[in-house]
């Protein structure tokens, strides 16, 4: 805004500068639109004077005004001269013809009817008298003596031969000039050599003076009674010359103020008059105001366009830079989530390949675990076994016996028996092997289809030595067809084979230790139990019977880590392994498994 109003000062000054040379070029205009009427009024003006000048030298050669001025006595030739003088003013045009003795008394005249008329009236005292007489030729303006009518006076001498007689002057009066002049707009001053204005359609301004008269010029005045002295007071004109130009700037101070005007004048160089025409300079400072109104609008007008445009552009920039700076904080900032987001991800990433880690290492340790407490199984089983071996194999050293004895007698029939009884001897030996070698086995992770009936019967297998030599009873009816769950058979096997030796370490007080285990389908679970007959858990047992290393048992005997492996071992394949106190006394371990279809190919580990 600051700098509109900068540039609309500078415009206003450089408007208050321009102004003086607009309005003068109005001015000129003024002036030359004048010239010509100047010239008209000129040419008009020296063109009646022309007219009139030869009129007296004319009528002069009238004989009856020699005839009259050297019988100026004779009463009847006055009255036909008088007659004609006036027939002669009407048909010329003329305000006044009049006819002078040498004297200057007038002694005919075309206006002897009216009341103010020259008869009897003496004008030696004017030069047109004199200067007839002496040169043959007078003309003279000024303010009519008898008629109070400014008027322009010609005269010649009467010559009776060659003897001047007396003199004819003719009188116009220029009042018809003024008149016309007054239409126009400009006013026209016609002033004489001695600076009095003598003519001019402003009545106020006539006999003021334009100049200093000179000294001479009023004694002239006063003598021939030219002017009214008391009239020639000077006209306060202050003139500048325009510039470029013949034409004057003249302010004049009047009555009501002042008046500045455009003055260019002209000469009547026969007459010594100059013509000048002024018209008023307000025209001309209107029209440049105007013009100064208009450009100051339009300057405005454009100014406000600039400033608007300007404004508009500032914004436009205030709104890019907000918009730039805008999209920089954002995309910053969505660098930095993205930074944020890659470093989470990093740390993600670590996290899953750290939590990778550890599960491989934890299924490793658990792997371990499963197998140091297989390994633990088969220590407690070792003793047992070895006794389920041991017998067999005497009964083979026994069976052999026989059988070779039965040969040397030739009892072939009671040999084959016992040799018969050797071959099953091995095949449950066999079947025991088996049995070890797979619970030794280490499981693979993967889980499918297993039947349960078969790994329970397996389990049994396992366990039947240690039962028998626990003194326990096992109490287990089968189910009538296989039940398929979802799991790992060596795991499961492992879990039952721990659960059956926990119920026997809870028996080992027991006079009749009982095992019983049910297998049984619920819904979409298969149910399958152990219970025992022994101490049960106790409260802290029963809370914790599932962390690992909790144990009761005395050192050496328990790690406190069957319970913990079989537990995640049954959550692995989605079931549950819980525990829980019997009624009668004894604890009840359940497990609780996903039922699910035979495989077709029945291969689970
Ligand atoms: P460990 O047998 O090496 O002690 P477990 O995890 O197999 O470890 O068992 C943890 C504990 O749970 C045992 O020490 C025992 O106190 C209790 N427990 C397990 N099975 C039974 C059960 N059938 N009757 C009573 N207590 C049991």
Same mark, same amino acid.
């Given at each position: 805004?600051?700098?509109?109003?900068?540039?609309?000062?500078?415009?206003?000054?450089?408007?208050?500068?321009?102004?003086?040379?607009?309005?003068?070029?109005?001015?000129?205009?003024?002036?030359?639109?004048?010239?010509?009427?100047?010239?008209?009024?000129?040419?008009?003006?020296?063109?009646?004077?022309?007219?009139?000048?030869?009129?007296?030298?004319?009528?002069?050669?009238?004989?009856?005004?020699?005839?009259?001025?050297?019988?100026?006595? @004779?009463?009847?030739?006055?009255?036909?001269? &008088?007659?004609?003088?006036?027939?002669?003013?009407?048909?010329?045009?003329?305000?006044?013809?009049?006819?002078?003795?040498?004297?200057?008394?007038?002694?005919?005249?075309?206006?002897?009817?009216?009341?103010?008329?020259?008869?009897?009236?003496?004008?030696?005292?004017?030069?047109?008298?004199?200067? +007839?007489?002496?040169?043959?030729?007078?003309?003279?303006?000024?303010?009519?003596?008898?008629?109070?009518?400014?008027?322009?006076?010609?005269?010649?001498?009467?010559?009776?031969?060659?003897?001047?007689?007396?003199?004819?002057?003719?009188?116009?009066?220029?009042?018809?000039?003024?008149?016309?002049?007054?239409?126009?707009?400009?006013?026209?001053?016609?002033?004489?050599?001695?600076?009095?204005? $003598?003519?001019?359609? %402003?009545?106020?301004?006539? $006999?003021?003076?334009?100049?200093?008269?000179?000294?001479?010029?009023?004694?002239?005045?006063?003598?021939? %009674?030219?002017?009214?002295?008391?009239?020639?007071?000077?006209? /306060?004109?202050?003139?500048?010359?325009?510039?470029?130009?013949?034409?004057?700037?003249?302010?004049?101070?009047?009555?009501?103020?002042?008046?500045?005007?455009?003055?260019?004048?002209?000469?009547?160089?026969?007459?010594?008059?100059?013509?000048?025409?002024?018209?008023?300079?307000?025209?001309?400072?209107?029209?440049?105001?105007?013009?100064?109104?208009?450009?100051?609008?339009?300057?405005?007008?454009?100014?406000?366009?600039?400033?608007?445009?300007?404004?508009?552009?500032?914004?436009?920039?205030?709104?890019?830079?907000?918009?730039?700076?805008?999209?920089?904080?954002?995309?910053?900032?969505?660098?930095?989530?993205?930074?944020?987001? !890659?470093?989470?991800?990093?740390?993600?990433?670590?996290?899953?390949?750290?939590?990778?880690?550890?599960?491989?290492?934890?299924?490793?340790?658990?792997? !371990?675990?499963?197998?140091?407490?297989?390994?633990?199984?088969?220590?407690?089983?070792?003793?047992?076994?070895?006794?389920?071996?041991?017998? /067999?194999?005497?009964?083979?050293?026994?069976?052999?016996? @026989?059988?070779?004895?039965?040969?040397?007698?030739?009892?072939?029939?009671?040999?084959?028996? @016992?040799?018969?009884?050797?071959?099953?001897?091995?095949?449950?030996?066999?079947?025991?092997?088996?049995?070890?070698?797979? $619970?030794?086995?280490?499981?693979?992770?993967?889980?499918?289809?297993?039947?349960?009936?078969?790994?329970?019967?397996? *389990?049994?297998?396992?366990?039947?030595?240690?039962?028998?030599?626990?003194?326990?009873?096992?109490?287990?009816?089968?189910?009538?067809?296989?039940?398929?769950?979802?799991?790992?058979?060596?795991?499961?096997?492992?879990?039952?084979?721990?659960?059956?030796? &926990? *119920?026997?370490?809870?028996?080992?007080?027991?006079?009749?230790?009982?095992?019983?285990?049910?297998?049984?389908?619920?819904?979409?679970?298969?149910?399958?139990?152990?219970?025992?007959?022994?101490?049960?858990?106790?409260?802290?047992?029963?809370?914790?019977?599932?962390?690992?290393?909790?144990?009761?048992? /005395?050192?050496?005997?328990?790690?406190?880590?069957?319970?913990?492996?079989?537990?995640?071992?049954?959550?692995?394949? @989605?079931?549950?392994?819980?525990? +829980?106190?019997?009624?009668?006394?004894?604890?009840?371990?359940?497990?609780?498994?996903?039922?699910?279809?035979?495989?077709?190919?029945?291969?689970?580990?």
């Amino acid at each position: 805004m600051a700098a509109v109003l900068a540039v609309l000062a500078v415009l206003a000054v450089l408007g208050l500068l321009a102004f003086p040379h607009i309005e003068r070029a109005y001015q000129i205009e003024i002036g030359d639109r004048d010239r010509a009427t100047l010239d008209l009024a000129t040419q008009v003006l020296r063109g009646a004077i022309g007219r009139t000048e030869t009129l007296p030298g004319l009528l002069a050669e009238r004989p009856i005004l020699a005839q009259l001025l050297t019988d100026p006595e @004779n009463s009847g030739l006055v009255p036909f001269v &008088n007659e004609q003088l006036r027939q002669t003013a009407l048909s010329l045009g003329v305000s006044d013809v009049y006819l002078m003795d040498t004297t200057g008394l007038t002694i005919a005249a075309s206006s002897y009817r009216t009341e103010r008329s020259f008869v009897g009236r003496r004008f030696d005292y004017r030069p047109y008298f004199t200067d +007839a007489l002496a040169s043959g030729r007078g003309r003279f303006h000024a303010l009519g003596t008898t008629s109070n009518e400014r008027g322009y006076f010609f005269a010649a001498p009467v010559l009776d031969g060659t003897e001047i007689v007396g003199v004819v002057a003719i009188k116009i009066t220029l009042d018809a000039f003024e008149a016309t002049w007054a239409e126009s707009g400009a006013t026209i001053i016609v002033q004489d050599m001695s600076n009095v204005i $003598f003519l001019s359609d %402003r009545a106020d301004w006539h $006999f003021r003076t334009m100049g200093p008269v000179p000294e001479v010029a009023l004694e002239a005045i006063a003598a021939t %009674r030219q002017y009214p002295l008391s009239a020639l007071r000077p006209l /306060p004109v202050r003139r500048i010359p325009l510039r470029g130009t013949e034409y004057e700037i003249v302010t004049i101070e009047g009555d009501s103020g002042f008046e500045t005007m455009v003055m260019q004048t002209g000469l009547i160089a026969a007459s010594g008059w100059r013509v000048s025409i002024l018209s008023p300079t307000a025209p001309a400072r209107g029209q440049a105001l105007g013009v100064m109104t208009i450009a100051g609008l339009a300057a405005l007008f454009l100014s406000l366009v600039a400033a608007t445009i300007w404004q508009r552009r500032i914004r436009l920039e205030e709104r890019l830079v907000r918009q730039r700076s805008e999209q920089e904080r954002l995309e910053a900032h969505v660098q930095e989530r993205t930074r944020d987001l !890659d470093a989470a991800n990093a740390q993600l990433r670590q996290e899953i390949e750290d939590r990778i880690r550890a599960e491989a290492q934890l299924r490793k340790t658990q792997g !371990d675990l499963v197998q140091a407490g297989k390994l633990a199984a088969l220590g407690q089983m070792s003793a047992a076994l070895s006794h389920e071996f041991n017998q /067999p194999l005497a009964a083979v050293k026994a069976y052999a016996e @026989n059988a070779a004895t039965f040969l040397d007698r030739d009892r072939v029939a009671e040999a084959r028996e @016992n040799i018969g009884l050797i071959s099953s001897m091995a095949d449950r030996m066999a079947t025991i092997s088996k049995h070890l070698r797979n $619970f030794a086995r280490r499981p693979q992770d993967k889980t499918g289809p297993v039947p349960m009936r078969a790994v329970v019967s397996d *389990a049994m297998d396992l366990m039947r030595p240690r039962l028998q030599a626990a003194g326990a009873q096992l109490a287990y009816a089968p189910p009538a067809t296989e039940v398929w769950v979802t799991g790992g058979r060596v795991r499961l096997q492992q879990v039952i084979v721990n659960l059956i030796g &926990n *119920a026997l370490d809870a028996m080992e007080d027991d006079p009749a230790p009982m095992v019983t285990l049910t297998l049984q389908v619920s819904g979409t679970r298969c149910l399958f139990e152990v219970a025992d007959t022994g101490t049960g858990l106790a409260d802290e047992a029963l809370a914790q019977a599932f962390d690992p290393f909790f144990t009761t048992k /005395p050192p050496g005997q328990g790690l406190g880590l069957g319970l913990s492996i079989s537990y995640n071992i049954v959550r692995d394949f @989605n079931g549950r392994l819980s525990a +829980a106190n019997r009624a009668g006394g004894g604890a009840v371990f359940t497990v609780e498994l996903d039922l699910t279809d035979p495989p077709s190919d029945m291969a689970a580990e």
